[in-house]
DNA sequence: AACAGTACCGGTAACGTTACCAATCACAAT
DNA sequence: ATTGTGATTGGTAACGTTACCGGTACTGTT
């Protein structure tokens, strides 16, 4: 087992001190231009590599970031984190990932772990059971984004779409288009997520002068199967509706997967809108029309808002950022 | 700027010194139980972590691996990443995850990171412009998987699936549901994937007694887009052909897209096999027929051959594990 | 009474790096 | 000749942890 070059190593064959070798390495003064020039080429001759442990330990940070989702297989989280890894390998920052399975122990261990690994920062989308182990984080002054959800209660910058926005703006495409009796077929899991999105929908009724109904508006549990199943109920117990506003794709996907078997047309009978403009939408058929968010950039932000965090070492404000969000207009509505 | 408990303020704390904290901490022997219970005791209430970066320097390893994949965000490498993260928790490893956006540099520099970091080992899909920066890591003796694409120049172990069979059994499926004229959209990004289905492909029409035609075998480059351009080209240039083989499922899902708009029916007209078994190949429609490949599962083997490698210290064999496909039947076939 | 054995505990070095301080040397200014 | 100055270099401590070694106090044996 070949061991790793190290500074000593190269201060032996170049014939120096280990001051010096970190003096031309780092381009700091207090040097002989002979001196550096020769100590980088024996460095990079013996092909030697700057232990980032040993920089972690002396200086206190790691340029680790953390990162903790429910499941990044899931469209929405594999983008998002794809934007948090753009930006931070801009930045010389490197991303440790867990997944949670929607388990409140794992991601109690795992931001025990991400405390263990002194990471600079977190960003995660906690699960809603209850938050002691994201306000152990605040104790530490680990400066930490929450991503995706809504939580005033814990002081943390958040970094979500315009949920309300959202919700307004796929209902009221729908009555624009002519539908009366919109279902809601919203989520629950993210109880926050979909509670603004149903205040979304309420709003866009309200303006449009129609009519509330409590028997159009369910919450269902996450998965395709679910919305499946859920609107062949709809359809065998003889609900009277025209229009569906799904809580993300997946739910649309099983939704229109079930509106076809019983032979309606859409959108001509019953228009369908989603939520989340995965990258799948396009290609089902009907393409789907959908709410979109920027999930790429969604990570983005979040990695610069907590980078701001991580250099003022100032106790980190509660900011929100709240992006924008817009309507695709595809074939089912 | 709170700083981190450390073993020296429980130490202090506890009345002890930092030997007996770290005995305590670790279940040593040489301490008194009353001690040890105190000495806990404090460590809880003081809420002591231990600092991973120390311990990576001291020991020299760091029980953290890297993955580095193209795209984390394609379908395929998120649920890849999902079993090698799962295992990897299992066994208190975390994973550093990099994308490269398939550029050769970007991956030079994040194999330097992970070197940098000290990664216990890694996982990678490389890019197939040269292989300097891999065998870097090789003279290192940092354990590596090469995941998904087949280099037996590279002498080092890998993990992917039985390509030849995989592109065996849809064209054999093809050729069983009557079909004759079955044009392979093959891809090229990765030659020696491609190169096998491309293999299975040639194997099934002999095995079958079908000539060989190459006006029904084309490479075209990666995305939906793309294969979508392709078929419509078939179309409009009068080829014959009643069965698709394609690479991978985004092909398929652009090809039934210019199928459908052309008004052939499928299965009806012409028959599509897909590849891979994304989540949505079932929801598309008409659902896909396509060889699935166990994606977590490869994900969770290659971490478990990485981390046999880790273990054993010694000069990692060049061993190779193939892992079975099947073909799943819906109604695009 | 002398000694060995055992249980428990603390001091120190080391991992690789850089910051801080001290040292050396050449040369110029007095 | 002496002193000061700047350029260059090296020694050492420190980050948090554990391994190794040495020490102390108590027990039991003769």
Request: aromatic share 8%; proline share 2%; glycine share 6%.
């Amino acid at each position: 087992m070949k061991k790793f070059i190290t500074i000593r190593d190269v201060a032996n064959a170049a014939g120096v001190s280990i001051n010096t070798v970190s003096r031309a390495l780092n381009g700091k003064p207090d040097i002989n231009e002979e001196t550096k020039k020769r100590v980088l080429k024996v460095a990079r001759e013996l092909g030697y590599v700057k232990d980032a442990t040993a920089l972690s330990l002396k200086y206190g940070l790691t340029r680790v970031i953390g990162v903790i989702f429910e499941d990044s297989s899931n469209p929405f989280f594999s983008e998002v984190f794809k934007g948090i890894e753009m930006k931070a390998r801009e930045h010389n920052f490197n991303v440790i990932l867990m997944n949670t399975e929607k388990n409140y122990d794992i991601e109690e261990d795992a931001i025990k772990t991400m405390i263990s690994r002194r990471v600079d920062g977190l960003i995660i989308t906690p699960t809603q059971e209850r938050f002691e182990d994201i306000e152990s984080l605040a104790n530490l002054n680990i400066p930490t984004i929450i991503l995706g959800v809504h939580f005033k209660e814990l002081k943390l910058p958040e970094v979500h779409t315009d949920d309300v926005a959202g919700g307004f703006l796929a209902t009221d495409y729908l009555i624009k288009k002519g539908r009366k009796r919109i279902v809601l077929l919203n989520g629950l899991s993210y109880k926050s997520v979909a509670q603004m999105r149903f205040e979304g929908y309420v709003n866009a009724l309200r303006d449009n002068g129609i009519k509330y109904l409590d028997e159009l508006v369910y919450e269902i549990p996450e998965g395709v199967e679910s919305a499946y199943n859920k609107t062949k109920e709809f359809l065998l117990s003889g609900l009277r509706f025209d229009g569906m506003f799904c809580f993300n794709d997946i739910f649309a996907i099983g939704a229109i997967e079930a509106l076809k078997e019983f032979g309606k047309r859409i959108p001509e009978d019953i228009s369908v809108v989603g939520y989340d403009d995965i990258s799948y939408a396009k290609y089902i058929s009907p393409s789907l029309t959908t709410v979109a968010i920027d999930k790429i950039l969604e990570g983005q932000t979040a990695f610069e808002l907590l980078l701001e965090s991580v250099k003022s070492k100032a106790k980190v404000s509660a900011k929100e950022i709240v992006l924008d969000v817009k309507l695709i207009e595809r074939k089912s509505a």
